[in-house]
């Protein structure tokens, strides 16, 4: 049946470890998966601009055996001609076997995904959520700490506007006794309706303060974020607000030995280069976890909608 995972909360914590475990059985056994998905097609749909998201989407299909159609910009898309989400979810449902689509607007994978007859992932749909890249979270999570309950993240940054940290935190707040750490200037704060239906509603620990120093100590995961310049109003909040947190080695310097510092990226100041060397450093290795785990997501959706 067809099935589309449009919020992390589409998958249940057993379909996470289902996913958790193919993507580590491919990374043990490739060779086993790389004609998974032969004679089927993906379209990689993308409005808005992506490096990770979509290639890790192409990558992921071509090392299942399959074929990629891609739209790589709105402006070489008949969206230019103002045909809408609908109509090109249903016309691309006659090209492809699944789609992944990123849109600048909140909500606009779930009306692709009503109007599509295939799968439809939701690869960033504006500030909303992004659960792919929460799915390369998870991964790197559970290879770094080992588990998901008992940790005290760390999210800075971009609060507000990061569609990374809203499916991060829906998803790391079903398991039990982590606390989060929300560091950002006032004006990103996280949205309250993530902290008062994520957080509050379920009895989650949470504290927010604007000192990531302050914050450092406890930390077993810092998850860094870039300041979303695409959804700001006006170029001069962007301005003042970009570089307010900049993490280099003197700010990790009473940070845990094994804390796990990540970012989805693309960075542009908030980590600083010296920092890649260090062992905590992990964004990179989230990237790589990203490829895996769309990978294993492809092959369960394509599965079930063949069922
Ligand atoms: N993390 C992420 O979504 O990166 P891209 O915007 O490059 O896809």
Redesign the pocket.
Same mark, same amino acid.
């Given at each position: 049946m067809k099935r589309s995972v449009i919020d992390i909360l589409d998958l249940t914590p057993a379909e996470l470890e289902e996913l958790l475990a193919t993507a580590l059985d491919i990374i043990d056994n490739p060779e086993k998966y790389a004609h998974a998905c032969a004679g089927k097609k993906l379209a990689t749909l993308f409005f808005e @601009?992506? &490096? %990770? &998201? %979509?290639l890790s989407f192409e990558a992921a299909m071509h090392e299942l055996g399959g074929a990629v159609l891609s739209v790589t910009d709105a402006a070489s898309s008949s969206a230019s001609k103002g045909e809408s989400v609908s109509d090109t979810a249903k016309v691309v449902s006659c090209y492809a076997d699944i789609i992944a689509m %990123?849109h600048p607007k909140e909500g606009a994978a779930l009306v692709a995904a009503r109007a599509a007859s295939i799968p439809v992932i939701n690869? +960033?749909d504006g500030g909303h959520c992004?659960p792919t890249?929460t799915l390369a979270d998870l991964l790197t999570i559970r290879r770094q700490k080992g588990a998901f309950s008992g940790l005290t993240i760390g999210l800075c940054g971009d609060l507000k506007f990061g569609r &990374?940290v809203h499916s991060l935190i829906n998803a790391m707040a079903r398991y039990e006794n982590n606390r989060f750490v929300l560091i950002s200037p006032d004006e990103l704060k996280l949205p309250s309706y993530v902290k008062k239906d994520v957080l509050a509603e379920r009895g989650i620990p949470y504290e927010q303060t604007t000192s990531l120093e302050d914050a450092m100590p406890q930390l077993d995961v810092l998850y860094m974020t870039r300041v979303q310049k695409e959804r700001f109003f006006n170029e001069e909040d962007y301005l003042r607000l970009k570089d307010s947190y900049i993490l280099d080695m003197a700010k990790l310097k009473n940070a845990k030995d094994d804390l796990c510092i990540m970012h @989805?990226? @693309?960075r542009v100041n908030e980590i600083a280069v010296e920092v890649d060397d260090d062992p905590r450093a992990c964004y990179f290795k989230q990237v790589l976890n +990203?490829k895996y785990m769309r990978m294993a997501l492809i092959l369960k959706l394509l599965k079930e909608a063949a069922q």
């Open positions: @601009p992506s &490096t %990770r &998201t %979509r %990123r690869a +960033g992004h890249q &990374t @989805p990226l @693309p +990203g």
